[in-house]
């Protein structure tokens, strides 16, 4: 795909982002006004930076090519994205930011004051963050196969070092306004090619979306074969594709199904429930749970919250974070939607993560407009996983810097690393995801999100609302049960990624264990913290007043 | 599948810790490893004093040290925590120990000072050991029962115990001591503030109240707040935003006095704003910076306050472009803040009062950093860390 100004807009984006965070903000923040420095985050500020560290790749590019591919069942995936702060607003913001917590681990120490479920805390953030970094990187390297036509392995490779350094130097910390900046392009880069795709949508007489007869391609099209597969053609015959054979259709002709990608068609599409029956209801469920009750564990985000002043400003950020999520998720699923009708193609292919960079392009036509939109998505995509995995490598070099490396050196419990700490930190953080994104190529960016979410939701948040709801939770009974269920979740998780290929029930289960997970994680940590009803802190009042009382009542 | 490696995990670490377990070779080691563990067990709660909880939480450990079939820990008043056998003699288990306590002897109890009703009652002999605090107070008693007279055993045992458990809660005191000191030197920092500082704002202010007595006005409310804020009673801790507002007050002073001669410039990252640090430590600093880069040097005077979000911590920076000191002279001062050299040792005190607190509140390394050289300005520089389970920034 020729198009000149993909490139200038991807550097320009980069420099932008790094330009800002190194020098913009620092020198407009010099002042002598007192009033004007110490002001600070507004919520609607801070929502905006939350919301631009949040909307990673996978909701930027997974979510349309989810939609794509499988129709109305993966809605839940925005939905539960963006009701995820529900949860949060609803049992934890408010109470974690009177903690004083900074971190997860942290929220450990002020309720349970167990160094060893600090520990146990970090290995979690620890394997949270790296797994939410791979399809963040994987992203990448689909974003710059697609524009430039570099080999997969380059793109992850270059912008998992550029990240990494950028961090590890100290650019790109968790600054407020350029993580804010972020948030607005990345809603402009989705919604003003999205407006002029409806547009076109409606000068080209609303093709169906859903024909009950499958899907036609709208022009000329030739297809190059990248794997072996089996075609089954509209007429009803099938045939047997080798690599590197080139297909042609012309306008009009049918899209033929393809034996090595899985995807839903006609009413299929178009209505919920599939046809494994409970199964696929199990996994919906279980898509509900994690990204319902996940985002409340994901390091980055938790971060955020201690940039507000109160409890009461944390809650006023959560929901302009809904607000400005949820209206976010609006798009992708628009564009999974108009790329039934014009990109095709990629159903064929199977790379509908990348539908989103090529919609525009093949809709609004290869004129000057088209090649511009285009560059916009791109440029959109790139500030994604800019943003999100710069966010995440930041909280987990920070941990690991804090509570791995300052006890490695023996300085002692407690005591907090320092810059050289936290760059080497910052440098093992990065390249684990890159070496993992370089092996797992074939999974979709937004099911190793989704199983991210799960892990989060079976081990922080039955320790999140149970430590902050119930004053009964011992330190014994929290390492159980996120031991118990993120353990299992990890379990899950790997023998997603590595382990043999499975079917049936026990498919299910692995790809997506939330449902059982969660309340299993729940259910161990009710009863061993009953067991060991010896071990609550003795200062559980105290912490709980500390948690719950408002700020105003300045006890 | 997935129990499979559960069963693995559980596995590896059971066969790692009972590897752990077996490299305590001899018989000895072994008994010595665990007299020493139950007694670290033990000494976690009565490190915090000697109360209720702490007594029921350290007492399980305590007669394990003992060996006895029942061991209760009193204070002069009640009986604090009784565990094992001996509930029913907890009058008189009492009574023993307030005599032990009032004449600070050890004695030992045989059946005929236990009377008992119960036909079954196990309880034949008790030895009572009163523990002995700091400076020869007697804050309370062992009592061990035993179902057989008291063998000297025992005696021995439970009086070792008591003498250890004795000193246990004199570090408990001498943690609560230092803690009081703390305490004292921010009463201590307060006072030492005021006097320059109340002297000068008052005459600023005096020379505004015919010429301009809206600013005198609005001058006298500020310093009224800045005073409430120094003075106020409550809380150890405070937050860079509510330090910032006081040294905001301060400065707005300080610049009737100077006029245009005191330059400001403030960068603040505001995620570090709600950071928790200790009461009263940023004060001096600038304090200080106005002190060293204007009042003896001719011209305009440039002050800078730095605050830097730096991922798990916030990095101040608090710098002059004055005069500057000689590096020999404050390294001096700080190690001996006695010293009365003139007009610059309410300065050491002040840095050197900064530097202990947040050594004591946060660790060693997160002391205060001073760069300067005579004519070179002056840089001080503290990381303040976002989380620390000490910090209660509103408590």
């Given at each position: 795909m020729d198009n000149p100004y993909v490139v200038p807009a991807i550097v320009a984006v980069t420099l932008a982002t790094v330009a800002i965070g190194f020098y913009g903000l620092r020198l407009a923040r010099t002042t002598s006004d007192f009033l004007v420095a110490s002001r600070t985050v507004s919520p609607t500020w801070n929502a905006a930076a939350i919301g631009g560290e949040y909307l990673s790749a996978a909701s930027f590019l997974g979510i349309a090519g989810l939609i794509l591919k499988?129709?109305?069942?993966?809605?839940w995936y925005p939905v539960g994205f963006a009701a995820g702060y529900l949860a949060l607003l609803l049992f934890v913001a408010a109470p974690l930011r009177r903690s004083g917590a900074f971190t997860l681990p942290d929220f450990c120490e002020v309720r349970l004051h167990s160094r060893r479920l600090r520990k146990l805390a970090t290995a979690f953030v620890v394997f949270i963050g790296w797994l939410y970094l791979v399809p963040q990187l994987q992203g990448a390297g689909l974003t710059l196969s697609t524009v430039t036509g570099a080999p997969y392995f380059l793109g992850a490779l270059l912008v998992g070092a550029v990240v990494t350094a950028n961090v590890a130097l100290g650019g790109m910390r968790a600054i407020t306004f350029v993580q804010a900046f972020q948030y607005w392009l990345k809603l402009t880069a989705l919604a003003v090619p999205a407006m002029f795709l409806i547009l076109h949508w409606q000068a080209d007489g609303r093709p169906q979306v859903a024909a009950a007869d499958g899907l036609t391609f709208p022009r000329d099209t030739v297809v190059v074969v990248e794997d072996r597969a089996v075609l089954t053609l509209p007429d009803g015959s099938s045939r047997e594709v080798t690599p590197g054979e080139e297909l042609s259709f012309s306008a009009g002709d049918q899209v033929p199904k393809v034996s090595s990608v899985d995807a839903s068609n006609g009413l299929d599409w178009l209505l919920p429930g599939d046809e494994s029956g409970d199964r696929g209801l199990f996994a919906t469920y279980s898509l509900i749970l994690a990204t319902f009750l996940g985002t409340m564990g994901l390091p980055h985000v938790l971060v955020r919250f201690y940039t507000n002043p109160d409890g009461s400003a944390a809650r006023r950020t959560t929901l302009v974070v809904l607000a400005l999520v949820g209206l976010f998720y609006l798009l992708p699923t628009l564009y999974g939607v108009l790329g039934r009708v014009y990109t095709p193609q990629l159903l064929l292919t199977g790379r509908t993560d990348a539908v989103v960079l090529l919609l525009p392009g093949e809709a609004v036509g290869s004129g000057v407009l088209g090649q511009l939109l285009a560059a916009l998505v791109a440029a959109g995509a790139f500030a994604a996983f800019l943003s999100s995995s710069s966010g995440l490598l930041t909280s987990v070099a920070g941990v690991i810097s804090t509570d791995v490396l300052a006890h490695a050196s023996d300085r002692g419990p407690g005591q907090r690393g320092s810059v050289r700490d936290f760059r080497v930190a910052a440098m093992v953080a990065g390249i684990v995801p890159v070496a993992l994104a370089l092996n797992v190529a074939s999974l979709d960016v937004s099911q190793v999100v989704g199983l991210a979410f799960a892990v989060a939701a079976s081990s922080f948040c039955p320790l999140l609302v149970l430590g902050i709801w119930w004053r009964g939770l011992t330190d014994a009974g929290a390492a159980a049960g996120v031991l118990a269920g993120g353990g299992a979740a990890v379990g899950a998780v790997l023998i997603t990624v590595v382990g043999p290929p499975l079917s049936g029930w026990p498919a299910t289960l692995v790809a997506q264990p939330a449902a059982w997970t969660v309340p299993l994680a729940f259910a161990v940590m009710v009863a061993v913290s009953m067991a060991t009803r010896r071990r609550t802190p003795a200062d559980v009042s105290t912490t709980m007043l500390r948690l719950h009382a408002p700020e105003s009542l300045r006890l | 599948m997935l129990a499979l490696i559960t069963a693995l995990t559980a596995a590896v670490w059971a066969v790692y810790r009972l590897r752990a377990r077996r490299s305590i070779a001899t018989a000895t080691q072994r008994a010595t490893y665990d007299v020493l563990h139950t007694a670290g067990l033990a000494a976690d709660p009565l490190r915090t004093g000697l109360s209720r909880t702490s007594a029921a939480k350290a007492i399980r450990h305590l007669r394990g040290l003992v060996g006895a079939q029942g061991l209760a820990l009193t204070d002069p008043d009640e009986i604090l925590a009784l565990d094992g056998r001996g509930n029913h003699h907890s009058a008189q288990v009492l009574a023993a120990a307030r005599r032990a306590i009032a004449q600070n002897r050890s004695t030992v109890l045989g059946s005929a000072e236990l009377p008992c009703d119960r036909v079954d009652c196990p309880v034949r002999g008790a030895v009572v050991a009163p523990l002995t605090g700091p400076?020869?107070?007697?804050p309370g008693a062992l009592v061990a029962i035993a179902d057989d007279e008291p063998a000297p055993g025992l005696v021995q045992a439970t009086l070792e115990t008591a003498r250890w458990a004795g000193a246990q809660l004199a570090l408990a005191e001498l943690d609560s001591s230092r803690e009081q000191l703390a305490r004292a030197e921010v009463r201590a920092l307060r006072a030492q503030i005021s006097p320059h500082f109340v002297y000068n704002a008052l005459s600023a202010i005096a020379s505004f109240v015919r010429t301009d007595p809206e600013r005198a006005r609005e001058l006298i409310l500020e310093f009224a707040e800045f005073t409430r804020y120094s003075f106020r009673a409550h809380g150890e801790f405070t937050t860079l935003a509510e330090e910032l507002r006081s040294i905001d007050r301060y400065l707005t002073i300080e610049r009737a006095r100077f006029g245009d001669r005191l330059q400001v410039r403030l960068q603040i990252a505001p995620e570090v704003l709600p950071v928790g640090l200790p009461f009263l430590c940023l004060q001096p600093l600038v304090e200080n910076a106005v002190r060293h880069g204007l009042s003896r040097k001719p011209g305009v005077g440039m002050v800078s306050i730095e605050a830097r979000d730096a991922g798990a911590e916030c990095h101040i920076t608090v710098e002059d472009d004055g005069v500057g000191m000689d590096p020999a002279v404050l390294v001096a001062g700080v190690g001996d803040a006695a010293s009365d050299n003139g007009d610059d040792s309410g300065q050491h005190v002040g840095l050197s009062n900064v530097d202990e607190r947040l050594r004591s509140v946060f660790g060693d390394q997160f002391g205060l950093v001073v760069e300067t050289g005579l004519g070179a300005g002056t840089r001080v520089s503290m990381r303040v860390p976002k989380f620390h389970p000490a910090v209660r920034a509103r408590l």
């Open positions: 499988y129709g109305v069942d993966v809605l | 400076d020869g107070t007697v």
